[in-house]
């Protein structure tokens, strides 16, 4: 069985942090890529950032310079580490899987992502 299970989100206040994680099984991690995204309150699905199996990485540019994806390859573990927080970053944030020459795609369309995790909620508040 496929699962992404997503955790640490919260309530933090404006300028905190937060750090997620997602724990995935039940496919070959290692040789896919994951992305993070949200959504907003009365808003449509965004990627937040995604890392590839080598490591690369991109992000949406309103999280640049704020927002670090990483991942852990032995623990089939995903992160985000969330710094300056704003409060239009109050969401529900999901993990995602999909095939690293479907990430294009992915970024385009999020129906193209392989797995989905159940999501994590954030709450910046003022």
């Known amino acids: 069985e496929v699962q992404l299970q997503a955790s640490g989100g919260g309530v933090v206040q404006p300028g905190g942090s937060l750090r997620l994680s997602c724990v995935a099984s039940?496919?070959?991690?290692?040789?896919?890529?994951m992305s993070w995204l949200r959504q907003a309150p009365g808003k449509g699905l965004e990627r937040v950032a995604d890392?590839?199996?080598?490591?690369?990485?991109d992000y949406a540019d309103s999280v640049k310079g704020r927002f670090t994806i990483s991942r852990d390859n032995a623990k089939n573990a995903l992160y985000l580490q969330m710094n300056t927080l704003k409060p239009e970053g109050t969401a529900d944030y999901y993990c995602?899987?999909?095939?690293?020459?479907?990430?294009?795609?992915?970024?385009?369309?999020?129906?193209?992502?392989?797995?989905w995790g159940q999501g994590t909620q954030v709450t910046v508040s003022s």
């Open positions: 890392i590839m199996n080598d490591d690369r990485t």
């Open positions: 995602a899987a999909t095939t690293s020459g479907l990430i294009t795609s992915a970024r385009r369309d999020p129906n193209n992502y392989n797995y």
């Open positions: 039940g496919f070959r991690y290692s040789s896919f890529a």
